[in-house]
Every structure is written in C-alpha cells, then in structure tokens.
C-alpha cells in the first residue's frame, strides 16, 4: 500500500527536485527552468510528492500574465510537472496536478495553461480549444488551458522570464 503524501516544497527540497526534474526529462534544463522561477520570484504554488520520505514528484505553476492592449490579467503556468521514471503510471503526477488546482483555486487564480500531451492534461479539464485564440511563441495543440471563472480568452501569453532563458539554453 502506498503512503504517498503531497506537501508544498521547502528550501531544503531544492536538491532532490532537480534530481526528479533531471530523472524525469532526461536533461538539465527543466531543473534549470524551476531553479530561475523560483530564484525570479515566479512561482505561485508548487508541491512535491514523497514515497517513504523520499520526493518523487515535483509541480510548479509560475505566474504568467495575458496582456490584451495595456491591460494585463494574471495566471498561471503549469511547468514543469516531473515524476521519477519509477514511479510513471501510479497517479503521482494526477495527484500532483489535482491537489495544486485546489490550492491555485483558493488562491483566487482563475486560469491555468500548460504546454503538454492533450490526451493526458486533457483528463484535467485542459483543451486546446480554451488556449487557441491566445497569442503565443507555443501556440499549437499543445498548448492548453483550463479556467475556473472569468477569464480573458484572447490576448498575448507572457511568460515569466525564466521560460525565455531556459528555452534559449
């Protein structure tokens, strides 16, 4: 039986979630990406997963802004959501993803977009069809996102400036 448990991240997690952020995709750069978010001061709500004390799971959602004329309207980002490899397919990264909406809702946050699989963020209420009029350097099906109220349906996504850097590396 699992006795998985969710929690926000601490200072003291830094290590182990570039370890499931390097494990997760491969490579450094998603790591890098959540080590400038949270260095900037863009991350709103982010969560680990732990198996037995050890992280196993990692998500991050970093405030991004929809600017639409001179007005600009805050979300969030969902990036990167990282699960160890060993632990693929036991519903950490859904339990990750469903626990950060109630927090992101409680919070006031009204939308969410994320740059990812359609058939898996899909299952979470992500489409296409909510993020395609949005102006943006990701724009394509992959691009999705979800809102809990009102929320603009057009206008320029502006990243936190991490995503520029890290996608530049």
């Not at 992959?142 to 809990?148: G, K, R």
């Amino acid at each position: 039986m699992s006795m998985m448990s969710i929690r926000a991240a601490t200072p003291r997690d830094r290590a182990a979630i570039r370890l499931v952020e390097e494990h997760a995709f491969g490579q450094k750069s998603e790591a890098g990406l959540v080590d400038a978010l949270i260095t900037d001061g863009d991350a709103v709500v982010e969560l680990v997963a732990e198996e037995e004390g050890q992280v196993v799971g990692h998500i991050l959602f970093s405030r991004l802004y929809v600017a639409e004329g001179r007005k600009k309207f805050a979300a969030v980002a969902l990036a990167p959501l990282a699960v160890e490899p060993s632990f693929h397919g036991t519903g950490i990264g859904g339990a990750l993803i469903r626990e950060a909406h109630l927090k992101l809702k409680d919070a006031g946050e009204t939308l969410s977009v994320v740059l990812g699989d359609p058939a898996y963020y899909g299952r979470f209420g992500y489409t296409h069809q909510r993020a395609g009029k949005f102006q943006s350097d990701y724009q394509g099906e992959a691009l999705q996102a979800l809102a809990w109220g009102e929320a603009p349906e057009t206008g320029r996504l502006d990243y936190a400036p991490a995503f520029g850097s890290a996608l530049a590396a």
